[in-house]
């Protein structure tokens, strides 16, 4: 099976700076990896599918690239209320495996 | 509007049973494929079980494989599943999770999600 990798596994960052987390597949999935948003005590959000298309009402502030193995997750001008735990997922085919997450705090 | 609504967790014993279910509405149930995520106390989303919107093929994560099974009800718009022989290490809230649209070639990532429910498997 296909594993997800996530780093890092936690960050902390200054409201306005720009935040990278980093998903790696071991093998290629194409562009098949969507990002989610879980903050403190609800359930996930949806951000990001197909590796960089933005869901409706996501802020612009979020971005997505990468393909085969390798994809990024950007925050631009970090806010925060973007204080979340962050999951990867691949979704070519199942197991339908999500990273171990990267949780982002702010200084 | 979309809703999902899980119920059946609770406390059960190791080696025991529980069925959990999760009712859909505000979207044509059986044209999505749907899925339960889980997630431990503290920790992160487990993927658990994915089934198509038809019911015919079901897909499992190793560690629940044999244990836990995955279906569906289209007429009454309501996914189960099934927990047997249950383990310490299936204590998480289980989430329903509906796929975005209808695919025939993968199962498109999880735009609406379930509250959860809680399992605990302690004796």
């Known amino acids: 099976d296909i594993q997800m990798t996530q780093s890092p596994s936690s960050l902390s960052a200054s409201v306005g700076d720009r935040v990278t987390i980093t998903c790696r597949a071991s093998?290629?999935?194409?562009?098949?990896l969507a990002w989610y948003q879980q903050k403190p005590g609800r359930v996930p959000k949806l951000l990001i599918s197909?590796?960089?298309t933005l869901q409706s009402g996501v802020p612009s502030r979020f971005s997505g690239s990468g393909s085969g193995t390798d994809f990024t997750l950007t925050i631009n001008s970090l806010q925060p209320e973007d204080i979340a735990t962050y999951y990867c997922?691949?979704?070519?085919?199942?197991?339908?495996?999500f990273g171990q997450g990267t949780k982002v705090e702010v200084k | 509007e979309v809703q999902l609504l899980e119920s059946g967790g609770g406390l059960v014993q190791p080696g025991g049973s529980l069925r959990l279910s999760c009712a859909a509405s505000?979207?044509?149930?059986?044209?999505?494929?749907m899925s339960w995520v889980r997630q431990a106390p503290g920790k992160g989303l487990e993927w658990v079980s994915v089934?198509?919107?038809?019911?015919?093929?079901?897909y499992y994560a190793d560690s629940v494989k044999g244990r836990l099974t995955i279906s569906r009800d289209n007429s009454k718009n309501t996914l189960y599943l099934q927990m047997n022989s249950l383990r310490a290490e299936d204590t998480a809230v289980y989430y329903c999770?509906?796929?975005?649209?209808?695919?025939?070639?993968?199962?498109?990532?999880?735009?609406?999600w379930g509250q959860g429910t809680l399992v605990t498997v302690s004796s």
């Open positions: 089934i198509t919107g038809s019911g015919g093929s079901t």
């Open positions: 093998q290629g999935i194409n562009n098949y």
């Open positions: 505000g979207f044509t149930f059986r044209n999505y494929a």
């Open positions: 999770a509906k796929t975005e649209y209808s695919s025939s070639w993968y199962f498109p990532p999880f735009d609406y």
């Open positions: 197909a590796a960089s």
């Open positions: 997922q691949k979704y070519d085919s199942a197991p339908l495996t």
